[in-house]
């Protein structure tokens, strides 16, 4: 436990008229050096001091408090012996701050013991693999004042059995030197410290080349130091955090995408969620890392489909993506690419946990449909969660050869982002092709390149450079299941702030006419135009001032093809757009 348990302390005083003799101490609570104790919902923390002496004689005992080396206070509590035992309790109340507060003991005038470092702050998990243990592969070395960790990493059960002390916490070139709790946790937990005044605690408990079943718990000996899992446990109970971690970040999937036993990854993933929400009750939110391609030719793209779904089982499951972070070997991540780490999953963190109103797309772009966007089937649209980027080649390599119908490539002949929904990449394919699965980014490098090269791009973004994750197999849609999709669904597709600002067509299916309405508060300057599935403009409905009021326009679709158009409405500064189907 992170309290000094029946710690019996034998000295020699003397005290006023009292004659030197043995004095025996018991402490049966009191800081370490270095602790974190969690903050409550008042931001502060309880620090128990108490214990016991079994000396008679003795008058008062008094705890001496200092806040980054001033004096904060002291209290004092008089002794009273009974059966020659004179119990003493205090509880001083630390605030969660970027100082550090130390505590002695004395007893009438002698000091006892001291605890110097100590603050009050969150905790969070790390668990996984080698990029969990993120350990520095430059041989260098940092750390940072106001983070912590306890215990130690060695899988050496001796080690971690012996190792119950609080640390400082660093990044180095080893996993198991003491105090390391990985660069992209220690960095992130920097970031916290730096931006809301909160010191933090990170419990790295990972291992290399391990499978996600290596992590599993021991349900017959759940703190069995033979596990991944239990020297974890241990370390959490030994610090008494256990109660108090406030999310679990999760990094592994190399070694289950070789040999081939990925198939049962969302299984396993469930049984160690599971466990632990019943042993970490604390957590509100669990961050797991879609892995990047990597030097192993073994079912790399299966293994991040399943990693890309998972979130989509739990409501407090959240994903971020690694692709596209190139500083590595291969397999490991260097100092820069845990740096990136860090910046990828901070923000997460910040909003779920700090109010951060830095929210906008900070998460990676993840796919929603895929479908033929015309009855020749020679377009296919990808619509993704929110806006995205179609890259520039990489090196000579086209996105348009790294995205896969049937698992083949080359069938498309141009892509880019459609003008009318900056959510959606339209594919132009170089003939028709009647494919059921679509593909997106190669299993491990680029279209006939050596084994050993890992695929670093082309790689579809976000406005903020986060990588969309990557998918495989996903089904196309029908273009006649999403003619019959579109026209049941809502015909606005944007947030609105103007209440009375509005836009909607009837009917819906049409064919060839139909009424585009829209309703204005103030006046405008509008511009309504109609576009095709692939983002061209087909008409220009409306091109100028129009007063407050509702007002209609006609569209005639006599020399357009059955399809699905969107018609995107500009006022001002609001914009509004909405889908119609064409059924000739």
């Known amino acids: 436990m992170n309290r000094i348990r029946s710690l019996l302390i034998f000295i020699v005083i003397t005290a006023g008229n009292i004659p030197a003799h043995g004095q025996n101490v018991q402490i049966t609570s009191f800081p370490q050096s270095y602790q974190l104790y969690p903050r409550d919902l008042q931001d502060s923390s309880i620090v128990d001091i108490s214990g016991n002496l079994r000396t008679p004689g003795y008058d008062s005992v008094k705890v001496w408090i200092e806040k980054d080396g001033q004096y904060l206070g002291n209290l004092t509590e008089p002794l009273t012996y009974i059966q020659g035992i004179a119990e003493f309790d205090f509880q001083p109340k630390i605030h969660a701050e970027l100082s550090n507060h130390s505590f002695q003991l004395f007893i ?41 960790t306890f215990g130690n990493m060695s899988p050496n059960p001796i080690e971690c059995q012996n190792d119950t002390n609080w640390h400082m916490a660093i990044a180095t070139v080893w996993p198991e030197y003491e105090g390391h709790v990985g660069i992209w946790g220690l960095q992130m937990a920097k970031s916290i410290a730096v931006n809301y005044g909160i010191p933090v605690c990170i419990i790295n408990g990972a291992k290399g080349g391990t499978t996600i079943a290596q992590h599993q718990k021991d349900e017959n000996n759940p703190r069995n130091l033979e596990t991944i899992y239990g020297r974890l446990l241990y370390r959490m109970q030994e610090s008494d955090i256990r109660e108090h971690a406030k999310g679990i970040i999760w990094h592994q999937g190399e070694n289950n995408t070789y040999p081939y036993n990925w198939s049962d990854y969302a299984n396993q993933f469930d049984l160690l ?106 377009t296919i649209a990808m619509e993704f969660d929110q806006e995205v980027f179609w890259p520039e080649d990489y090196q000579g390599y086209t996105m348009e050869d790294h995205i896969y119908l049937d698992l083949s490539w080359g069938f498309i002949r141009r892509g880019g982002v459609s003008p009318a929904n900056p959510n959606t990449v339209i594919l132009a394919l170089s003939e028709p092709v009647e494919a059921r699965y679509l593909t997106y980014t190669p299993n491990q490098s680029w279209n006939n390149a050596t084994p050993t090269q890992t695929y670093e791009g082309p790689l579809i973004k976000n406005d903020r450079g986060i990588d969309a994750l990557t998918f495989y197999r996903f089904p196309i849609e029908s273009y006649e299941d999403r003619c019959l999709r579109m026209s049941t669904q809502s015909t606005t597709t944007w947030d609105n702030p103007d209440p009375e600002f509005r836009i909607s067509s009837s009917p819906n299916p049409f064919n060839p006419t139909t009424t585009v309405s829209y309703q204005l508060s103030a006046v405008s300057f509008v511009n309504l135009y109609v576009y095709d599935i692939t983002g061209r403009k087909v008409a220009e409905l409306v091109r100028g001032w129009r007063d407050t009021g509702v007002h209609e326009v006609t569209f005639e679709a006599s020399d357009l093809s059955s399809g699905v158009y969107l018609y995107r409405l500009t006022a001002g500064e609001f914009t509004d757009t909405g889908k119609m189907v064409l059924m000739k």
């Open 108 to 148: 009438d005038g002698n000091s006892i013991i001291v605890a110097d470092s100590v603050v009050c702050g969150d905790t969070y998990i790390i668990q996984g693999q080698s990029n969990a243990e993120a350990y520095n592969l430059s041989n260098e070395r940092f750390g940072a004042r106001w983070v912590r």
């Open 273 to 378: 969620y599971n466990d632990w929400m019943v042993d970490y009750p604390g957590v509100v939110n669990v961050y797991i890392f879609q892995i990047r391609h990597s030097f192993y030719d073994a079912a790399q793209m299966h293994l991040r489909d399943v990693q890309r779904t998972i979130p989509y089982n739990y409501d407090n499951v959240k994903i971020m993506s690694t692709l596209g972070i190139e500083a590595h070997d291969g397999l490991h991540f260097y100092w820069d690419g845990h740096f990136e780490m860090a910046e990828r999953i901070y923000p997460l963190i910040a909003r779920d946990y700090y109010g951060s109103a830095d929210t906008l797309n900070i998460a990676p772009p993840n796919i929603l449909n895929v479908s033929y966007t015309s009855p020749a089937s020679d």
